[in-house]
């Protein structure tokens, strides 16, 4: 089992940044996918961003520009830089691993971070 330990949520005013924090538990990851989704109120959770264990990664249309995700091996952490933050990224963010044993895919989820995007 793995733990994902999500930090930087907050109340930011809109063009403000914020920097997400994810930690994953486990000892070593190999291969692996980790990234971040998120869900506004009344919304479906959709996908912000993430990044793979070849340092490949994608971003949401919305997010291209002015998001950006990062890792840190040695601390088995993925960053979420969020920058000209606007109302409309206001929502509870999940961090997400997707983790290969070498068999299977096993799937694994933050508790969630509120961001709340406000004047």
């Known amino acids: 089992q793995v733990q994902l330990v999500e930090s930087g949520g907050g109340l930011v005013q809109p063009g403000g940044s914020l920097r997400l924090s994810c930690a994953a538990s486990?000892?070593?990851?190999?291969?692996?996918?980790m990234g971040w989704y998120r869900q506004a109120p009344g919304k479906e959770r959709e996908l912000v961003a993430r990044i793979n264990s070849g340092g490949s990664t994608n971003y949401a249309d919305s997010v291209k520009g002015r998001f950006t995700i990062s890792r840190d091996n040695a601390k088995k952490t993925v960053y979420l830089q969020m920058n000209s933050l606007k109302p409309e990224d206001t929502a509870v963010y999940y961090c997400?691993?997707?983790?290969?044993?070498?068999?299977?895919?096993?799937?694994?989820w933050g508790q969630g971070t509120q961001v709340t995007v406000s004047s």
């Open positions: 486990r000892s070593r990851l190999s291969i692996y996918v």
């Open positions: 997400n691993l997707d983790l290969y044993d070498g068999s299977t895919w096993s799937h694994y």
